[in-house]
């Protein structure tokens, strides 16, 4: 460690003025040409910026209506499938009150939690920016 005062430290105060002299304070020019290549590029990065925020849109409009789709399959089937437990119910199933309310309540719930899922994705709205 150099102690304040002493010789060493007074030859690296010494070195360090030696090297800031020896360094050039001048600021490199630009020329016209420069501006205008720096103005290209970022041109360039605009254009590129907005091309890919474009294809993210294309893409997530695809998805979300693959998602629409299999989403109202999934109910659709569902409800369907209600309605046939219902049906066999009376005739061939026979199966008690809670054991009916327990199945149809759990599944309902399931398929409408995945439907809120699905909407909410779809429909982000303001949430989506940033």
């Known amino acids: 460690m150099v102690k304040p005062g002493s010789k060493t430290s007074e030859n690296v105060r010494e070195s360090i003025k030696l090297l800031e002299s020896a360094i050039p304070k001048k600021r490199p020019s630009f020329t016209d040409e ?17 091309e890919a925020e474009l294809e993210r849109y294309n893409q997530d409009t695809t998805h979300r209506k693959g998602l629409v789709t299999w989403a109202a399959t999934v109910v659709s089937l569902w409800l369907l499938c209600v309605l046939i437990t219902l049906s066999l119910n009376t005739y061939i199933l026979k199966l008690s009150d809670t054991i009916m309310v327990a199945l149809l309540s759990t599944t309902t719930v399931n398929v409408l939690g995945l439907m809120i899922i699905v909407l909410n994705d779809l429909f982000r ?4 920016e940033k």
């Open 125 to 128: 709205g303001k949430k989506e």
């Open 34 to 50: 420069d501006l205008e290549k720096g103005q290209s590029q970022e041109q360039t990065l605009e254009q590129r910026k907005g």
